[in-house]
């Protein structure tokens, strides 16, 4: 089996030829074109059918996610890999949507780009670190957002139990020894943290979570 075939399209001639001698140094790979225009792109994979395609998706006139439509639509067999100065989801999200099999940023590392290369070769899709950890991190603080119970302190907590014992503040201000305006703050907070409108939203939430 040979190398993996590749054309390289990016409107930095810089940047195509350090692709281009990364790449081909190692056995695995051979760049067989490169071009900075969609058009001799298109009509490029058509031709060679590369078995991958490097695609800046900051071309212009036209833009890689065009490009690789059409890429896509005249050598179905051809990979598409974005490759962006970008590191929003919503790029990477709009790239696959597009046809793309990968998504890499230029501040991924050369070994990425490899692995990335041979992942997609395999017919498997690839997103780069820097993307997984930004949407874990996003997925994260949108969790943390709401009704995170583990964002209540202890005292918090005695307070919460209290309320589903249906206590008004101003008992449970008598069975915690604290003044009424401290369980109102208690309560303002447990509110604030969990994401809820109001003491009648507290109560449900206790209910379906079975506290």
């Not at 060679?48 to 900051?58: K, R």
């Not at 050369?110 to 950890?133: F, H, P, R, S």
């Not at 994260?140 to 139990?161: A, M, P, Q, Y």
């Amino acid at each position: 089996m040979g190398p993996i075939t590749i054309l390289l399209v990016d409107d930095h001639k810089l940047i195509r030829e350090s692709w281009a001698f990364i790449l081909n140094d190692d056995p695995r790979f051979k760049v067989i074109g490169d071009t900075d225009n969609v058009d001799e792109a298109v009509e490029f994979t058509r031709g060679e059918n590369p078995d991958i395609v490097l695609m800046d998706i900051n071309m212009t006139p036209v833009n890689g996610f065009d490009a690789t439509k059409l890429v896509r639509k005249y050598s179905p067999t051809t990979k598409v890999i974005g490759i962006s100065m970008h590191s929003m989801p919503a790029y990477a999200r709009k790239m696959l949507q597009m046809g793309a099999m990968g998504y890499v940023t230029k501040n991924s590392s050369k070994n990425e780009l490899m692995t990335a290369i041979v992942e997609v070769n395999d017919g498997k899709k690839y997103i780069c670190e820097e993307i997984k950890n930004i949407l874990a991190q996003q997925e994260l603080e949108e969790n943390g957002d709401k009704n995170d119970l583990n964002s209540l302190s202890r005292r918090e907590l005695d307070i919460v139990k209290l309320i589903k014992d249906g206590l008004s503040s101003k008992e449970i201000a008598l069975k915690l020894d604290i003044s009424i305006k401290t369980v109102e703050v208690h309560r303002y907070n447990i509110l604030k943290k969990l994401n809820l409108k109001n003491t009648a939203a507290l109560v449900n939430f206790i209910n379906t979570q079975g506290l």
